[in-house]
């Protein structure tokens, strides 16, 4: 089954991904012309996914809010170097024990990790190790 997607268009252009539909894939492909992941984009329906992953010419810019929330068994997630802004709270909820992000996205964003199951954080570029929970 391939997933289904539900874009919306901003009065800007660009495309903001607010749902994704699947029951039993385990590998979801955000598409390349997707600017922003909404607030709980992934919902109940994904539960079944292991795998994010975004094309090398991702237009990604925007992550908000417990974007991830509904992906229990999504433990990783490298995401693209073109991502400009992040919420605080991306990883609210989620399962996601390792995070692959530039250390520009890093430093920008004061991170909360409380409620997430985050453990590492690398730069996606250098692949130096930014936090670690064990520290």
């Keep these: 089954m391939i997933f289904r997607f ?11 991904l607010t749902k994704v539909f699947g029951f039993l894939d385990s590998i979801v492909t955000i598409p390349s012309k997707a600017t922003s992941i909404s607030s709980r984009c992934f919902n109940e329906l994904c539960k079944f996914v292991t795998e994010v992953n975004f094309l090398p010419d991702s237009k990604l810019t925007e992550i ?10 999504l433990k990783q997630i490298r995401l693209p170097d073109s991502l400009e802004f992040l919420d605080p709270l991306a990883f609210d909820g989620s399962y996601i024990e390792e995070v692959e992000m530039t250390r ?4 920008s964003v004061d991170l909360i990790v409380y409620n997430t199951c985050i453990k590492r954080i690398i730069d996606s570029k250098t ?9």
């Design 6 to 16: 539900k874009i919306g268009r901003k009065k800007s252009g660009e495309y903001k």
């Design 104 to 107: 520009e996205i890093f430093n």
């Design 127 to 135: 692949k130096e190790l930014l936090y670690c929970d064990e520290w």
């Design 64 to 73: 908000y809010k417990s974007a991830f929330i509904g992906l229990p068994l």
